[in-house]
């Protein structure tokens, strides 16, 4: 099921931009459970468009509506959670023209081959940004359920454009250092030039890339499995699912490629009685199974492509090209929104392995 | 089950490196299929140890005998295809030691918290690069498969340590250009210089990593699923099931993160009444969908994790830390090995989209 | 995933009976396709408690709501197909009570043993009947698309306590022949002593059971796998999701126990250059597989738990046995409304198979 | 996977009656745990066909050999636990002429339609018995683990044509006084009007059926998942697995059908403690979840399909009826060969559910 994620937390999404509404089931949540609703509002307000000028328009209030899986006491009970989402302030009509002509960097064109021309090409349809609203409704109860395990989930812009976030230690990572706000970096200096990229890009009709890093502590060692369901395997099925990821990688990554081994390798060492290592390039995976030291996932943002300056395509309809001026209101950038949508796919995957343990 | 993978075209690999066997189950052959073995034996030769400098000393024939799903014609009868192969050359007294101290960069310490101490530290047991023997099986019928259906997959070493082959063209990428024989570039010149660098990094008692890139040309359009089943997630469960790849990315990957929109969306263009585009920083996929541009895919190898130098681990029964000097036979580099592993994860991932579509 | 079935056709449902809602959400449909909603609303209300004596009082409207899945056209999108049914006339305050002394033949008890009590007592939570509505939706879709392969599939009361209707030809069932109304029989003088069997049962507090058999018709030979994917594994895993199902049977099913070999196998037979079988004890499935023939399936259901007489049970918080009589409004006999659920249960088995064959 | 079961505990089973091994590969047995390989083969020598007149002549020692999964000290290490029979005593000339003309009521010709004619004939390829070997294995692996949990599985023949065992106490079964030898009653005289039935129908060139009534004794309550994952969705699953499997029933099964709800439901209990049923007409399952009373499933096996006496069939080359007299070796009643195998499917269910717990 390509909208399903999970062995034992399952998450199912469903939903168009501009369907009535989007949603999830969640299966697995453990039963007498009673979520805190407004950290989950809280940390889905983190994912919607804010008032500020790196993000679209469009007004989404996106408050979920819980459709099944409480008790009378508002514990979870056992049953699929299912949630919705009311989809509002949507103007169609801005994407009529799309169904002939697709937008370059976008599924346009293969979802109307797969299709057969029936895909929803509205908003996107599934394939919209939107589908990472119930996506981070699920993750921030997976983070609360982390919490209680003592594990605990944030990301950071790494990178906008060319400019980079001060370094983090990857063997311990301090979490409280990444600033909240519409930036989450560590360096509020380094935030305000990506700000200024951003807003540049904007007023040149133009969008920026950038890299996210994510960090998950107090996961304890032991976990994952080898081969296809590794952590590594089961991090990059969810954060492949954010759109606009391009690339995963986990510790050094790809720096690891033009390193020699005796300079990747990270010692163990005792510490207080617990095995650790003190760097840490391995990421917290080794073998597909965690090691106890911080998860690590590094994860490359494209540019969002929807652009308003003109661009070449086709008209699939008289197989000729054609030149495209998308319009329509998209984000300049969507990095700093990806943030969120990154915690909680790691927040599903990592939970899951939580529950899979029992 | 963390073994297997596929959804139509379904491969199980089981076995360590000293049981008696390794081998994989294969479900979801077409029945009425005569495999080309000699193919198949010649495709799993490339993965084998050779005969030269940058490979481990072990001998392994790594021949394949067939268990099952064959009928008295030779041909695929719809029945599970199994094999298995038997292991031999085994040292195992290499291995006693790591039960107590593991290896750094290795799965010894997390196996072990996760097994409870049973898991088989034998020639690192089912964390064992012996064990992509089975999967280059599997993806040696599968590229005949894939061939049926006028499709091609080639992987090249695009970097070791800090040595690049030349470009290719990642919109019409030329396959043939790829040399054979032990390092698969496409510039002999950077082999040559690839080859010394492993060398040195050999006499050294060290190691090094690489990045290999793969190249899927012919897959139509239109296959492939929305959210967690898209071409990237089926390819990155599969790639990350290759032991000591630590990133993974599309088309342009990381380095979109630091482009613009206009830079890196891929114009559409009508060429010969077929929807194409002239570059191809999306890599062939855009919303998990493949658009008929070749599928491209990177990969970070890092460097072989065993090395002869001491390093620094701790001894878990003693709760202390220890020295640790690397014995048994390893490869200097992984890299070369690793190219056909690729192609045969990049196989069995796209032979299930092809399965699929009926 | 528990709530979820079907390999490629798959219906995921949620929900419980005083939830705010029940739904479904369903993967795999083809894409292009525009659902006949009448016949939708028609199927789905004959299992909708009806205005007759035989059925709760309980009153749902059972109008199901479209939350994502079709395009602007109202065709499928090819993006999963999510709908909710709002529950209401719930009174929730009849079932406070049972959390502390379960129903006899109910679930209170181990569901209460499996959530640690928080299990959502209310209305059998999810454990209710209303779950086969959303069932029924999904049903009513997959019969719609089976038809269109020339699939007709059509279930019976086969019996009511110890009333039986007149025997039907398995090998050429006339499934015009069963009458529509309040009894799916084919003998209405056999369905109208069904009738007063369970009025007799009702005015004594008390329940009926009975049998309920299924046929498939137009199911192309070769459909289904071996072991533990045949038709008769998917199909029983289907019906067994149909609350009060006790038994599943094919063909001449527990009949052939007593039977010898000679008496039981079905000749083959040259028909109109069809291979046919002139009887139909085989159910239509051998080996997992259809061959061609009606797929023939009988399914016990219990009486209805829910007895408004004076019951044993036993206090959980107390630890002491205790009488229980159950309130609510309950059906005498569910028989009447499980037809179109078994039937539904099939189509979405029956269809996914057909869906996999691409 | 239509030859894999389980979520947690699973097996996939491979191989052909005349390929040259039929085997299984385990995942998800607990790590460290040594196998007692003494009671694996003698409950495999239990399927074996044995040295009496009720049984094919075929010879099958159908010793083990494992393949991986095991650590130097014999224990399970977390791998695969893969394994293999070798196939032997093979006469595959006895198969060619039915590949033109099916035996009636084997999947001869479904399976020559659903595989274009590649199927595998010989000895009934992936359809034959032999593949309940495999299936043995992994079921006296669970059985073990089952123990290990206090649960205990046995199975018995309640019925052989027109010959019925004495009745059991469902609710607490004396699994004891089920007699061990080649036909598993509680009732030696009955068991003795069974043999002659057998004899009889084999003199007769005939065959007969019976129905098996399996046992699980020790299951705490709360297991199993309501909908599609409940026990008896799951042990359908796995019975069906089993060839010739027409029917299966839980407790009172399709008696239930003719039964008022005050005869069936069964009243709960407080007993030393623990809620229980004095009767068990539910055979140990509500809503999908075990009760922690005896589980109890009844399963129909119908009579041998291949018998010696000349039936009707067709030529599928040439289009016509043509007569067929069956040759090679047949047991006359696969009944008490079934018995284990009906124990394993429920021991490889069963366990799973315990090792989802956790």
């Known amino acids: 099921m390509s909208n399903l994620i999970g062995n034992r937390f399952r998450v199912l999404i469903y939903g168009q931009s501009h369907a009535p509404s989007i949603g999830a089931v969640i299966e697995g949540l453990p039963a007498g459970f009673t979520p805190d609703w407004d950290a989950v509002r809280a940390f889905m307000a983190r994912r919607a468009p804010g008032g500020n000028a790196m993000s679209t328009a469009r007004k989404e209030a996106d408050l979920p509506e819980i459709l099944s899986g409480l008790n009378e006491r508002g514990e979870t009970c056992g049953a699929p959670l299912a949630m919705r989402i ?43 940004g939107r589908l990472t609203a119930p996506l981070c409704f699920a993750g921030a109860l997976a983070l609360q359920l982390l919490e209680r395990e003592g594990v605990r989930i944030r990301a950071r812009i790494a990178q906008i454009e060319n400019i980079f976030d001060a370094p983090m230690d990857y063997a311990r990572p301090d979490l409280d250092a990444i600033l909240s706000g519409d930036l989450a970096v560590v360096d509020s200096e380094a935030g305000s030039r990506m700000r200024d990229a951003v807003l540049a890009a904007k007023s040149d009709c133009d969008s920026v890339g950038g890299v996210i890093e994510g960090f998950a502590v107090g996961m304890p060692a032991g976990l994952g499995d080898p081969m296809f369901d590794g952590v590594e395997n089961r991090l990059a099925r969810a954060i492949f699912g954010v759109p606009a990821v391009r690339g995963v990688e986990f510790g050094a990554g790809f720096a690891a490629s033009a390193m020699r081994g005796s300079a990747h390798n990270d010692a163990w060492r005792m510490e207080d009685g617990r095995v650790v290592t003190p760097t840490n390039r391995h990421g917290g995976v080794l073998g597909g199974i965690t090691t106890g030291m911080p998860i690590v996932v590094r994860v490359s943002i494209k540019p969002t492509a929807s652009i308003a300056r003109e661009q070449e395509s086709v008209s699939l309809s008289r197989g000729e090209n054609e030149l495209l001026a998308v319009r329509g209101r998209h984000d300049p950038c969507i990095v700093p929104r990806a943030v969120p949508c990154i915690e909680a796919a790691m927040a599903v995957a990592l939970y899951d392995l939580i529950a899979e343990r029992g």
Do not use: C, E, M, W
């Open 86 to 128: 009311v989809n509002g302030d949507t103007r169609s009509q801005d994407y009529a023209k799309l169904r002939d002509v697709p937008r370059p960097g976008h599924a346009d064109y293969p979802a109307s081959v797969k299709f057969g021309g029936a895909n929803d090409i509205r908003g996107g349809g599934q394939f919209s």
